[in-house]
């Protein structure tokens, strides 16, 4: 089956410490997108690629990291340097430049103590 | 700045009571209107693209439609298994994502 693929579900981290979230698709899609969602707000664009070894800065980039060294991989980093890390974190694709609908992983809650 | 606006934040509805969810939206040069259903806990599910006013689409009991100012997304008859957050999101000329609103709640009694 072809599909989008987050791990873990579930992150716990003490506060000061850097974390990396997963994120796998074997759709052969181009773009690649990281969203932060938080309660009664929409979701908010992290990061994007749209070629593997380039991605741009979204709205909200500061104290994260990113890398694309494959097409099908965009694991992003949350690092010490982001200031309220909890939230639930979602990972899209879209296929290509003449496609507009992205498509979504099921996300992985993380909880910083 | 391109800004998209659900309401209402929360709806409850009867089992086969039909109503609207609205998005309004205030972009410089739409190039598709989405629409997906969230459940609880996890990713957005992909429901409809509208690329222009006028247009209408439609998947079992939800059909959405589009004019120049803002999207509805009709739901008729709806069931329990409807129940869900429905978020409204826009691509315009201006950037390669897309800007979401922030959802409206639909819970749906038998």
């Known amino acids: 089956d072809g599909g989008i693929t987050q791990s873990p579900k579930y992150l716990f981290r003490k506060e000061g410490q850097n974390v990396t979230l997963s994120c796998e698709q074997n759709?052969?899609?181009?773009?690649m997108y990281w969203y932060r969602q938080d309660p009664g707000q929409g979701l908010r664009l992290i990061y994007y690629s749209q070629i593997v070894n380039d991605f741009q800065k979204g709205d909200i980039a500061e104290g994260y990291s990113v890398s694309r060294e494959k097409k099908e991989s965009f694991p992003l980093t949350v690092t010490s340097a982001q200031k309220n890390p909890t939230a639930f974190y979602l990972c899209?694709?879209?296929?290509?430049?003449?496609?507009?609908?992205?498509?979504f992983g099921p996300g992985t809650r993380l909880t910083v103590t | 700045e391109d800004q998209v606006t659900q309401s209402p934040e929360a709806l409850r509805l009867q089992e086969g009571e039909s109503s609207s969810l609205n998005c309004s939206y205030t972009v410089s040069g739409l190039r598709g209107l989405f629409w997906y259903r969230q459940d609880p806990g996890k990713g957005p599910e992909f429901l409809f693209t509208l690329y222009s006013a006028g247009e209408e689409k439609e998947k079992e009991r939800l059909k959405a439609t589009l004019t120049k100012k803002e999207s509805f997304l009709h739901i008729t008859a709806p069931k329990p298994e409807d129940s869900a957050t429905y978020l409204c999101a826009v691509r315009t000329y201006n950037n390669n994502d897309m800007r979401f609103g922030a959802g409206t709640r639909l819970t749906v009694k038998p």
């Open positions: 899209a694709s879209r296929k290509d430049a003449a496609s507009y609908e992205q498509y």
């Open positions: 759709l052969n899609h181009d773009a």
